[in-house]
Nanobody
Framework: QVQVAESGGNLVQAGGSLRLSCTVS?????MAWFRQAPGKEREGVSC????????YYADSVKGRFTISRDNVKRTLYLEMNSLKPEDTAMYYC??????????????????????WGQGTQVTVST
């Protein structure tokens, strides 16, 4: 199974920026970011295909977050700008079993995303 490790979470003021990183032990698949706030369901944030030609974003982050990847470094990134308190959550990276992001990628099904990291906390203060 692919090993996944996130980093970059921190406490930041509203309007600020953060960049999350996710390193995997094996590259070659689509990858995605998810988040879960206390008391809320997990939400698909963004997904990128294996070679980065297709990207998808949740409506709540469009125009503020940018997903990217460096396949040589086996690393996925999430650049987060104009952060809001409602972005506060544990952010998880997941490696897919597919080369692309399916129509249901945001559901985060383990059949599509069998490998998950432990998460990195993002807290946005007012």
């Amino acid at each position: 199974q692919v090993q996944v490790a996130e980093s970059g979470g921190n406490l930041v003021q509203a309007g600020g920026s953060l960049r999350l990183s996710c390193t995997v032990s094996e590259d070659g698949y689509a990858m995605a970011w998810f988040r879960q706030a206390p008391g809320k369901e997990r939400e698909g944030v963004s997904c990128m295909s294996r070679i980065g030609t297709a990207t998808y974003y949740a409506d709540s982050v469009k125009g503020r977050f940018t997903i990217s990847r460096d396949n040589v470094k086996r690393t996925l990134y999430l650049e987060m700008n104009s952060l809001k308190p409602e972005d506060t959550a544990m952010y998880y990276c997941a490696a897919s079993s597919l080369f692309y992001c399916s129509d249901s990628w945001s559901s985060g099904l383990t059949s599509e995303f069998p490998s998950w990291g432990q998460g990195t906390q993002v807290t946005v203060s007012t």
